[in-house]
Antibody, heavy 124, light 107 residues
Framework: QVQLQQSGPGLVKPSQTLSLTCAIS??????????WNWIRQSPSRGLEWLGR?????????DYAEPVKSRITITPDTSKNQLSLQLNSVTPEDTAVYYCARLIGSPGKYYFDYWGQGTLVTVSS | SSELTQDPAVSVALGQTVRITCQGDSLRSFYASWYQQKPGQAPLLVIYGGNNRPSGIPDRFSGSRSGTTASLTITGAQAEDEADYCCGSRDSSGLWLFGGGTKLTVL
């Protein structure tokens, strides 16, 4: 059974950096079949995919265009976890943030395990 | 276009059948997955790969696809099915899209 346990602050000041961690159990961040993702949800934007990292003989990272200049997703193989950093946050970055595992086969990918979610509020 | 479109809200009488749709160009090439979300909870996968149910999902949930439209059907809706339902799919560049979500009310 895969479990994703998120941690990190729930309040971040404008212009600062949002940092969250997702600890993985029951699978490996270095898995050759899974992608590890960050997704956020706000009332105004619904579910919004932010980016992913995955290992296929080397590490790959992809980011959504709207946050590409501000986001970094980093795998930590020693702790079997992944992290999210989002720089220069504004109140529009206020959302519930989730980590999630993406798995599947060509044409049939899906998120089968999700973290518990972390509400991050950007406010001074 | 690189987006998935869903109706904001749908209602169904208890025990009746409801179809929730998701439209987008990416669905011609990639199967949608469907997620159920209740207040205060993380999304829960209910359908993947067209019409596959994860373990523990009741068989009243089914999926289908026609052209650029994916559908989630609940046959014999129960009170506990009242939730938000969101579709997701890869886009042509390999990144990920979500629909805006449909709020299902069971009357």
């Amino acid at each position: 059974q895969v479990q994703l346990q998120q941690s990190g602050p729930g309040l971040v000041k404008p212009s600062q950096t949002l940092s969250l961690t997702c600890a993985i159990s029951g699978d490996s961040v270095s898995s050759n079949s899974a992608n590890w993702n960050w997704i956020r949800q706000s009332p105004s934007r619904g579910l919004e995919w932010l980016g992913r990292t995955y290992y296929r003989s080397k590490w790959y990272k992809d980011y959504a265009e709207p946050v590409k200049s501000r986001i970094t997703i980093t795998p930590d193989t020693s702790k079997n976890q992944l992290s999210l950093q989002l720089n220069s946050v504004t109140p529009e970055d206020t959302a519930v943030y989730y980590c999630a595992r993406l798995i599947g086969s060509p044409g049939k990918y899906y998120f089968d395990y999700w973290g518990q979610g972390t509400l991050v509020t950007v406010s001074s | 276009s690189s987006e998935l479109t869903q109706d904001p809200a749908v209602s169904v009488a208890l025990g009746q059948t409801v179809r929730i749709t998701c439209q987008g160009d990416s669905l011609r090439s990639f199967y949608a997955s469907w997620y159920q979300q209740k207040p205060g909870q993380a999304p829960l996968l209910v359908i993947y790969g067209g019409n596959n149910r994860p373990s523990g999902i009741p068989d009243r949930f089914s999926g289908s696809r026609s052209g650029t439209t994916a559908s989630l059907t609940i046959t014999g809706a129960q009170a506990e099915d009242e939730a938000d339902y969101c579709c997701g799919s890869r886009d042509s560049s390999g990144l990920w899209l979500f629909g805006g979500g449909t709020k299902l009310t069971v009357l």
